[in-house]
């Protein structure tokens, strides 16, 4: 199994990691403690987990800030900052409308997620999770004694050559574990993240507290939690369970807090999910199913969800008709202007006839920024060219399902990204609703209404926002 390790950068420049695997309907999975996006894919503890997430579904993972591929040297490390990271890295990946999963700690961070952005999250799985952290539980002070001895055994043990120490903290995560399991879990503690990182981490999700935003909730919720978790007591899934309206509790006949391929319990898991969380049909991939009557022609294409980028040259005509020659010099140094910059911003050139481009983008942010630096880059240059003889890019961005076969993209994604270019202010940039809401507020625009647009060949009206530059 192959997976794409990608990056992005969160709101304070921290670059985090995170990997696509599988085909279906997009599954985010929250980042918890003690991941590697490399290494897990090697883990005979993870990589069955990762194989199972990704048979019916495109999942999304990531290493939470200051461990794994993402950043180490970070100022941050806050529940804010967590819930943050994901929001870039949805963002990045282009995610619309999603199931969302926690574990562990990871469920917290789900939570808030998912009371922020409620539009997005289509369900939500949490197993083996807690709204309080350990020291917002009210223990006695000698239970609070021992988590500061055990923040400063991690301390002082975590990055030696002796094993001793992680292993018997990988037993408290799987205690039914086999020895090459522990031993791996072990590696992976040390791979994971520093010693110092790891104190970091560990005090801040001693501190979590999402009971107020538990009880927000709206999506629908399923928690999954082992009767014998060490690491997260059963009784905080319980008390979990009654914060959450509506949401169902299912106990696991396990000790383990890390569930293990080999035990009923990963695969009443599994069943638990796929009853939970619909699968959407478009969504799955190449040959992956075929229509009652069979053969070639009734085999799906895949879909994705993509941003789609649409640009053409106003007045390109009536330019190669003053000067073919030096219509085609500017043409071709735009182009390649545009090449570099779609590049920059983590797309990619489809195709581009004559004095149109068409790119697509994981990210509906990155697919504005670049389209915004086109422009710029464009008024730059222009302002050695006499007006007559200048180039104005119209630009259109859309979110939305798309089909690929090989290379090429189809469906109304592009139709409709291709219609709002030819509707776009030349030197402008107009995009779709569903851009609008994906990018929000992260980056330093306005969007002007520009009403809603009757396109040929799209059977509903799309609503369409002008992106203007704010002034610093």
């Known amino acids: ?27 985010v999975k929250a980042h918890h403690w003690l991941s590697h996006l490399d ?19 495109t999942l999304l993972r990531m290493d939470q800030r200051a461990s794994g591929l993402s950043d180490w040297d970070v100022a941050e490390i806050s529940m804010e900052s967590w819930v943050r990271d994901l929001e870039a890295v949805v963002d990045a990946a282009g995610l619309e409308r999603f199931a969302l999963l926690g574990h562990s ?27 309080r952290g350990w020291m917002k539980r009210g223990l006695p002070p000698d239970r609070m004694a021992e988590l500061e001895a055990q923040l400063k055994l991690v301390e002082t043990g975590w990055g030696r050559d002796d094993a001793s120490y992680r292993q018997m903290f990988a037993m408290q995560f799987a205690p039914g574990a086999t020895l090459e399991q522990i031993n791996s879990l072990s590696d992976l503690q040390r791979a994971a993240s520093s010693p110092q990182n790891t104190v970091r981490i560990m005090r801040t999700f001693f501190m979590i507290d999402v009971r107020d935003s538990a009880a927000r909730l709206t999506c629908p919720t399923l928690l999954l939690h082992a009767r014998g978790d060490r690491r997260a007591p059963f009784e905080e899934g319980r008390i979990l369970s009654g914060l ?23 695969q009443r898991f599994f069943e ?22 069979g053969g070639e022609d009734s085999v ?24 073919e020659e030096a219509t085609i010099r500017a043409l071709t140094e735009l182009r390649k202007d545009a090449f570099a910059v779609i590049r920059e911003h983590a797309g990619r050139v489809v195709d581009s006839p ?15 920024r670049c389209a915004l630096k086109l422009q710029r880059h464009l008024e730059e240059r222009n302002e050695q060219i006499p007006v007559d003889r200048r180039m104005l890019l119209r630009i259109g961005v859309h979110l939305g399902d798309i089909v690929f076969d090989g290379e090429r993209i189809y469906g109304d994604g592009v139709n409709i990204a291709a219609r709002l270019e030819g509707v776009a202010e030349p030197g402008g940039v107009l995009v779709s609703e569903s ?3 994906a990018v929000g507020s992260r980056l330093p625009v306005t969007y002007e209404f520009s009403g809603e647009h009757e396109l040929k060949n799209i059977s509903d009206p799309v609503r369409a926002y002008r992106v203007v530059t704010r002034a610093n």
């Open 1 to 27: 199994m192959n997976q794409q390790i990608r990056f992005c950068n969160s709101f304070d420049g921290t670059r985090i990691a995170y990997a696509v695997t599988g085909k279906g309907p997009p599954l």
């Open 39 to 57: 290494y897990e894919i090697q883990s005979p503890l993870w990589r069955p987990w990762i194989e199972a997430l990704s048979r019916d579904h």
């Open 105 to 131: 700690q990871s469920g917290s961070i789900a939570i808030e997620y998912a009371v922020r952005h409620p539009e997005r999250v289509s369900h939500l799985v949490i197993l083996g999770g807690y709204a």
């Open 244 to 266: 959450i309206a509506n949401a169902r509790l299912v106990p696991l006949d396990t000790d383990n807090h890390i569930l293990l391929a080999h035990e009923p319990a990963f």
């Open 272 to 293: 638990e999910l796929n009853a939970f969380v619909p699968h959407d049909p478009e969504s799955v991939a190449l040959g992956a199913r075929t229509a009652d009557a």
């Open 300 to 323: 799906s294409l895949p879909r994705k969800l993509a941003a789609i980028f649409s640009a053409d040259v106003k007045g390109y005509s009536r330019l190669m008709g003053q000067n």
């Open 354 to 368: 004559g004095d149109n481009l068409l790119g697509e983008f994981p990210s509906a942010v990155e697919a504005v």
């Open 435 to 437: 851009v609008r809401l």
